[in-house]
């Protein structure tokens, strides 16, 4: 759903450049491989048991809040939580069906 969404975007303004904070390294390299110098991530760690991952997962959040909106996972708290702090739209990408 969210490379239906980045393809989008991309369809109607080619100058956009992604931030993807995700917490799955998977998803990040999928992503990253396929749009290359339109996502843009942070080096982090991706365990959230450790306190470098708690720490990573912050500074993400942050650095999601200064973004001009937000392409959140349906119910996300996280996503939420940055729009929230950076005073911007957050839109929930969910699967119609």
Do not use: H, W
């Not at 937000?70 to 699967?95: H, L, M, P, T």
Request: proline share 1%.
């Amino acid at each position: 759903m969210f490379e239906e969404k980045i393809d989008d975007v991309l369809s109607k303004k080619t100058d956009v450049v992604f931030y993807l904070s995700t917490d799955d390294p998977t998803v990040e390299n999928r992503l990253k491989a396929k749009y290359q110098d339109k996502i843009f991530v942070r080096k982090k760690e991706f365990n959230r048991n450790t306190i470098t991952g708690i720490q990573d997962a912050v500074v993400d959040m942050f650095c999601l809040s200064k973004t001009s909106v937000i392409y959140g996972s349906f119910a996300s708290s996280f996503s939420e939580i940055a729009a929230r702090i950076g005073n911007i739209d957050c839109i929930f990408v969910k699967n119609d069906e």
